[in-house]
Structures are given as C-alpha cells and as structure tokens.
C-alpha cells in the first residue's frame, strides 16, 4: 500500500479547536488566581494562630512566677509570726504548698541564714546538734559573711546535696542576694548552674530571693535594712522543669528560647525547646519580660511542622503542567476539566476545614481576641471580647482601641502607634469601660505583623481579663497583712504603721503611746469552755478594745491573747494611762458566750514616744517589759515604762 501524506488541518477542525482552546486559557487563569488567594487567606490564618500561641505562652511564664513570688512571701510570713522558726515548722509549710503539683518548676523553698565570719563556727555547733553530725558551710575558705542554705525543702537526695551550701561564695547569686537585701525587694538571680544538679539532664538555672528582717519588719533605709537583716528566702528553679510545668510539653510547631537579657548568645541561653534546629522559622516574635530585676528575652519561631505545606503550591504546579498538556494535546478535554474541578473541590475543602479550625481556636477562646490596623481601628473581634466589653461585636468594628481607655490620652497613643509601626509587640495592664460603663481589669499582648516592606499590616491582640486575679491579690495581700480571726492588722502590719506614723509624729513635734496587751484568764476561759469559745471571746475582745480608741489609733493581734495598740496625739503619760484604764474596765466586764459566761482582764504595759525611745525595737520593747511588770505585780495592772503608774482616784461618793 503507498503511502499517503497526512491530512491538512482543516478550517472545520480549527474551528472547534481554538474555542477550546480559549476556553482552556481563561480556565487556567481562573485556576491560578484562585490558588494564590487561598495560599494568601492561609497564610493569613496561620500568622493569627502563631500569634495568638506566642502571647499566650509569654503571659503564662509571666504569671507562673507572681505565683512563685507569692510562694516566698508566705516563706517570710512565718518569720514575721514568729521569733524562730523551727526545722519542723518550715517542712511542714513547704508540705502544704504541694511543690510537685502546684508549683512545678521550684526544686524548693529554702531559707540562707546571715552568719558573719566570727559566728561560722558557733552555727556549725548548732546544726550538728539538731541531728547533722556532717554540716559544715561550703565551699570551705575565709570569708567576711557566709550565707549557708540551713533549710531546704523538700529536704530529697537533690536538695541535699546544697545544704550549707554558702551562696555568696558564688558571684552571680552573690549579685542578687546584696541587690535583694539593699532594696528590700524580690530580686531573681542571673543564668547558674545549680548545686542540686548532676550529669544526668543538667538545666540551666536561676534562683528568686526575698530577704527576711528581724521581726517582719520592713526598714525603709539600707543602712535599717542593713542593721534588721536575717536572711534570705529563695527558690532554686530549673529552667526545664519550670517551661514543662508551665506550658506543658512545649508544642512542636513553636520553638521557643529563653536567654537571659538582651543578647542572644550561646552563654545567655537559659531554655531551647528545640535546639535541634538550625533554619529560621517563618513566623517570628520576640517578647521582653521584666522579672524582679532581671529581662528575660522570650524569641518564638514556628518551626517547620508549622510552616505551610507545599500541598498547595505541588496542586497548582501540578494543574499548570496538566493543563497546559491538555491545551497542547487537544485530548480528553472533558475528562481533564471534570479532574481539575474534583481537584480544586479537594483543595478548597482542605482549606475551608482549616479555616474553620482556626476560627473555632479563635471564637471560643477564653481571651478576647481582635485584629487593628495601623489607627488602632478593630477590624475583627472574637466573640469572647464582644462579651467580656458588653458590644455587640459589630459595634466594635471600626473603633479605635484607645477609645476603650478610662480617660483619652493622646501622647500614649502616638507613642502606641509608633512602637506597633516599628513591629515591635508588649504585653501590658490596661483598665477598659466596658458598655454600662464599668471598668474591666484587662492584660493586653499585642503583636504587630509586618509585609515584606517593613509596613504594618495587621496587629493582633489578645485582652485576657484579669479582674479576678487581682482581686485575689488583693485578697492574698490582707490576708498577709491582717490576722485572719479578729480582722485586726498583724504584727507585720502594725508596724509598718508604726513607722509610718513616728516618721508623722517627729515632724509634727507631737507624742504617741505604745500599748502592749495581754488577757489575763484567757487560758482557762480556753481550757473550760473550748477552743471555739476561746476564738469567739478573743473576737468579742477585739471588738471592745477598738470602741476604747479613736478612729485614727491603730490596734493589732500580737498572736495567742496578745495585742499591740498604738494611741495617736496623747499630751503625756496621764492620757494614755485614761486610755488604758478604759480599756480595763471595758474588758473587766463578762463576756456571755454560747457556751457559757467568761471572766477576764488585761494586763498592759504602755512606752511613750519620745520619752522612751524613738524607733520601732526600742518603743516595743519597753512596751513589752512594762506589760511582763505588770504582770508579776499581780496582773489585771497597768505599767509605765520605767515606773509604776499611780492608783486611780476614788470617784466622787465612793
């Protein structure tokens, strides 16, 4: 058979082939516009989620250490109760606070005791006699002061291996430990490695103080702070431990190092959750944190499990090549566009679910979530915000943040706006008026997020309410200052009073008196009608003595069945023996309890400010032996101090 040249291509067949043909072309564009927009839309979603997850693990590491703080406040509370607190007192306290499960992250609760150089070998004495054959401070070496670690609990195979261990032999402990002492304030160590640690899973570690003064006082000079000193309380804290505690097992699509300070070197690093990786990831933030004299720089990364998948990117590849195939083929065009179609279903099912993830994390978040511009202008709000404002969500949209503030306050707002623009986030405390005009206790973390340019785009915000945990602050804060049965300031309180109040009194050129009391008969009342009676007859007591003073006088629970009174503007010893005296006969009168009727009275020993002395030690201490006086003179007296007081007149017709 001869062989036949091939056919023209045919007018006819052109005309069904370029139609199809334009048709595909159009098709393609479509297709890849829609792709980048859904690349873009997802893209957008996985930077609100990154943001979102950085400012909530920068505000958890930030709370997770006002409660360590509170844990050593409660620490010096029992120096503050009491004279000396014993080995099985301070066990017992760190048992109640349930270190494993509340406070992950502290390896303890531990008290340093301030030995000077003549003193070392007498207080070695004393630990081996309470049963520590083998106490000695170390490291061994002359040295001006020594603060050996005396308690440390729990007292575990860890913890042991740090007792009277001398911290200020060590340079960057020693740093924190005269800061915390000078100003009187919690103070948290720089990067160290602990005593406690071994070879096995060594941390980085740092330590928090709180410095301890004779009689829970607070001096308000170095030189008091100085002369009052006892010690120090203080919490070692294992970076590691404190990270998992706080946030868990750090989520493997956010890395995130912690270094002490501004510098991100190797020597500064205190905590890599992901030390393995070496690129940078594609989202990034950076937060400060201030922690009680030291700047923790928080840097987040996502890491690739995060980043964005290629599926997208491989599908839109994938299409271009299919289709320009098609285009150049002519062939199984109908089988090929239903293929695409089924594709770009796949896809934009994929991402509508990923969508509704996202937006899941963010609708039923428990903080307010919102989105502002450059202006400050809501361009979307979560529904928690919407609720914890009182707006409709909608109300809100277009509003500027800064119209939410108590009071306009333009500087602040500028300044705002500049730092957003610089890309650089915070976090903050901030009051907003809700709609009925009530003031929300809010923290605010912002993070801006910048184009490629440098030019902000959007800024993310999360408003997390923190009403109740001021309140429980403050509740913390009374409750550390107050005495808990009769609603009397404590020891603690009472003179911080008192040295408020003879600073007043000095540049007034006026008097005061101090009055130390103590119920005489209160143990037997105790013993005969129960302990339930006896707190009922020391509240009932309380309430007597108050009505005996004047608004501006202070009076407080010593502890047990003593109280400290402090009696303002008195012209001389005769007023403030009036004053006692009424409080004589108030309390001499019977106390008709539940469970019976009780019978007691009141020994009192009074010092008088400036006669018997000018500061807070002297002044209670004269007061406290005119009170023992008082006592061995037969009880139910008053005393001076330094002299008797003389018998009360006989009343008119007596």
Known sequence: MPFSAPRPFSWK?????????????????????????????????????????????????????????????????????????????????????RLDTEFPGIQGVGFALSVAA??????????????????????????????????????????????????????????????????????????????????????????????????????????????????????????????????????DRIRLRIFDGESRTAEALLFDSHPELAQVGRFQATYVLELDGRTWTLAFESTPAFSMGKTVD?????????????????????????????????????????????????????????????????????????ELLGHPADALLGRRLDSLWPAPDEPRSRTLIRRLHRGEGATYEQELIGARGAAVTTQISDAPLLGRNGALLSVIVTVTDISERKESEQRIRYLATHDALTGLANRTMFLELMDASLRLTSRRGTRLAVFFLDLDGFKAVNDRLGHHAGDQLLVATARRIRACLRASDHLARQGGDEFLALIHDVAGADEAVAVARKIHQSLEEPFDLPEGRALISVSIGIALFPVDGTDIDTLTRQADSAMYQAKAGGRNGIRLAGEPVPPEAPQQGS
């Open 118 to 251: 003549a003193h070392q070998g007498a207080h070695e004495q004393a630990v081996r006699e309470e049963g520590f054959a083998d106490y000695r401070i170390s490291p061994p070496g002359e040295r001006a002061e020594y603060a050996p670690i005396v308690y440390l609990e729990p007292f575990d195979w860890r913890n042991r291996r740090a007792f009277g261990y001398d911290m200020l032999s060590e340079p960057v402990r020693r740093t924190a430990m005269l800061r915390t002492r000078s100003l009187g304030l919690a103070t948290l160590s720089g990067k160290v490695r602990l005593v406690q640690e071994t070879e096995t899973d060594p941390q980085a570690g740092v330590l928090l103080y709180l410095p301890v003064f004779r009689n829970g006082t607070s001096p308000a000079t170095p030189a008091q702070r100085e002369e009052a000193f006892v010690g120090w309380v203080y919490s070692p804290i294992r970076m590691k431990d404190l990270i998992t505690g706080t946030l868990g097992n750090t989520p």
């Open 314 to 386: 491989t599908v839109e590849a994938t299409s271009v090549v299919l289709i320009g195939a098609l285009i150049v083929l002519l062939t199984a065009s109908f089988a090929g566009a239903r293929q695409r179609a089924l594709d770009l279903d796949r896809i934009g099912a994929s991402l509508r679910a990923s969508e509704a993830r996202y937006s899941t994390l963010v609708n039923l978040s428990r903080d307010g979530i919102a989105a502002v511009d450059g202006g400050l202008r809501f361009t979307f709000v979560n529904p928690r915000l919407a």
């Open 13 to 97: 067949q052109a005309s069904v082939v370029v139609p199809t043909l334009i048709a595909l072309l159009l098709a393609l564009v479509g297709v890849s516009q829609g792709l980048h927009r859904l690349t873009q839309e997802k893209e957008q979603d996985q930077a609100l989620d990154f943001a979102y997850r950085s400012a909530e693990m920068h505000f958890q590491i930030g709370e997770r250490f006002k409660a360590y703080r509170q844990v050593l406040r409660g620490a010096r509370a029992l120096f503050a109760a009491s004279e000396r607190v014993s080995r099985s007192e301070w066990k017992a306290y760190a048992r109640e606070l």
